[in-house]
Nanobody, 121 residues
């Protein structure tokens, strides 16, 4: 069974940094793309950053450009989100998403359980 396991959330002061990780476990053929979404209370889930299988190209929400960096380690089936210069408005539950080829003919999307990021002094 394929699972996405997230880690790295927490409480940080404005201007601080956090690094989120998301590891894919289970039997898969390959990972087509991975991304991070976030959902703040009362708001819709939004794309934060995404990265394709080869590591590029990457895509970022305008609100995080220049502050967040997405990267992946294909050997570990893991995607990272380095978040710098965090702002109170970055507070949200962050979800990992992956488009995975289970076999050469079967592709599915998976979500992590979510990790809370709180930016507060």
């Amino acid at each position: 069974q394929v699972q996405l396991v997230e880690s790295g959330g927490g409480l940080v002061q404005p201007g601080g940094s956090l690094r989120l990780s998301c590891a894919v476990s289970g039997s898969i053929f390959s990972i087509a793309a991975m991304g991070w979404y976030r959902q703040a209370p009362g708001k819709q889930r939004e794309l934060v950053a995404a990265i394709l299988g080869g590591g590029s190209p990457t895509n970022y929400a305008d609100s995080v450009k220049g502050r967040f960096t997405i990267s992946r380690d294909n050997a570990k089936n893991t995607v990272y989100l380095q978040m710098n210069s965090l702002k109170p408005e970055d507070k949200a539950v962050y979800y990992c998403n992956a488009a995975i080829w289970i076999t050469t003919a079967q592709r599915a999307a998976y979500w992590g359980q979510g990790t809370q990021v709180t930016v507060s002094s």
